[in-house]
């Protein structure tokens, strides 16, 4: 196969996708990385029908990738994920809207386009969770206590464009980062960026199945097949606040070699779960297919999955 991979320089040497393409490689496929944000772009050129099978984008919200990404898909060409759900969960704006009116454990969410707007939330909202509605990797995440505090803040906010508010989920300092790669998910804990003091390390961990249900709620609901959860287990429940298309599945195991697969299977077959999840309800039409059911727990089988192709099967193509 031959597959575009877009990729910021702002990962240019992370090993995730670096070391996906590496694997990718070494089973004879061809794999073309283009920078989006180091280079000049003949975007006709770039795009055109039929010269890869697939488009995978690594890159920070709000990065140039994304619509070089939704041009590839405008011609027709395969994308991992799929561009619209992408799109959808990059927005955390627009990803709190979809998850709350689909019936994911979402926190209220308020969204303001200059920051002295969101001294109108009410005081009994507060402490408040407030963020870029385009960041990633924890950029910019504050936690902010007071009204007094956020007043004190705006000069801060400034400069962060589009912002959103969530009220604070008390928490044990503790994230809980899912993983769905090839079907299967994978549970990882670590320091949470709104408690730097906690003295946590990254480390796999078994998933609740409590937890399980709700990540594969999150795939379907968004049309996602490779993606990440941040949950915080709350005082009422697991609450979902983030999400991330193809995000560095730290703490998987072999996850090059998984996440490779997975490339491949999608850039053949395309995206079943974006399919039934634009028909069943993010597009707002009514209906739908079957969400396709995953495994969870470190490859345990959830019941009825369907197997996850093996490297035999996949490797070759």
Known sequence: MRLCFLVE?????????????????????????????????RMSEAVRAGSHDAWVLKTVSGGPGLPLLEAAAAVGLTTVNDVRSIRGVRDKALASAIGR???LPVPMTYAAARPELLIEIP????????????????????????PERLA?????LAGEGMLIAQPYVPNSGIDLKVYCVGGELYATERRSPLHPDQGAHERHVPLPAEVAAIVDQVGAVYGLDL?????????DGPVVVDVNDFPSFRQVPDAAAKVARAVLELARTGSAVAAAAFVSGVTG????????ERSFGGGVPAAGAQPVPSSAAVEGR
Not at 16 to 40: A, F, K, Y
Request: glycine share 14%; charged share 20%.
């Open 152 to 156: 004190a803040m705006l000069p801060v």
């Open 227 to 235: 993606y990440g959860v941040d949950v915080l287990l709350g005082p």
């Open 123 to 146: 005081e009994s909202e507060f402490p408040l969770v407030v963020k870029p509605a385009d960041g990633s990797s924890g950029r910019a995440v504050h936690l902010v206590r007071s």
């Open 9 to 41: 320089e702002h990962y240019r040497h992370d090993g995730m996708p670096v070391e996906v393409i590496r694997q990718l490689e070494s089973w004879g496929h061809q794999v073309d990385v283009v920078r989006p944000g180091g280079s000049l772009l």
């Open 285 to 292: 039409v009514s209906g739908g297919g079957r969400i396709p």
């Open 101 to 103: 009116s689909r019936g």
